[in-house]
């Protein structure tokens, strides 16, 4: 989809000016999962890698300790039990500065940088993690609202009991098919019946 296009070519835009302005060894960005519980790797550089099945439950590890704050926050201290990711483990990171993602009191991930040294981060680079967690946030709901808006087009033109697995899937298009919206689906199907053009023609106009 158009919207995860651009969302792919974003962050690593964002995760390069942060590397390379803070001068860490590794940037990443963890988007929240399904269930909202857990984080997933969604783009990484340095250290930290996209490969594999890394999941890291809220208030677990270093980024789930970032996903349950509000503000910035600095780890200066860390050791190889503080990481749920076997790749920061591994290179021996000591410090991280990370920002969650959020629109209002929902979280939609993680984005953080990290550093094998032990290191100070000053106000100004926090603000900077700040502003980056602000951007990414919006490009990440933009992304979830045009992918909930693709679905809900998509489950008007079948019938009411009609699932497919990625509208069982998607816990942000569940959220559209209330049982309220049954109306508006027979309605869409007596449009179409009635005029004799397919349901995806209507959709598209509703």
Do not use: C
């Not at 962050?11 to 060894?25: A, F, K």
């Amino acid at each position: 989809a158009l919207a995860h296009l651009e969302l792919d070519d974003l962050l690593p835009e964002v995760l390069d000016r942060l590397h390379t302005e803070l001068g860490t060894d590794s940037a990443a960005v963890l988007l929240t999962d399904a269930t909202g519980t857990a984080l997933e790797m969604r783009a990484a550089l340095g250290f930290e890698r996209t490969g594999g099945e890394l999941r890291v439950k809220f208030g677990s590890g270093v980024a789930g300790r970032i996903a349950e704050s509000v503000e910035p926050m600095v780890f200066d201290d860390l050791g190889p039990s503080d990481f749920v990711n076997a790749s920061l483990r591994e290179a021996g990171v000591s410090t991280v500065l990370g920002a969650p993602l959020r629109i209002g009191q929902r979280v939609l991930g993680v984005v953080q940088v990290g550093s094998v040294e032990r290191r100070r981060f000053w106000p100004d680079e926090v603000e900077l993690i700040r502003l980056a967690a602000g951007r990414i946030a919006l490009a990440v709901d933009h992304a979830h609202l045009y992918e909930a808006e693709m679905l809900a087009r998509g489950r008007l033109t079948r019938d009411w009991d009609t699932a497919t697995e990625r509208s069982r899937g998607d816990a942000f298009g569940r959220k559209l098919y209330q049982e309220g919206d049954r109306e508006i689906v027979d309605a869409l199907a007596r449009i179409a019946a009635e005029r004799d053009v397919p349901r995806a023609r209507v959709a598209l106009a509703w």
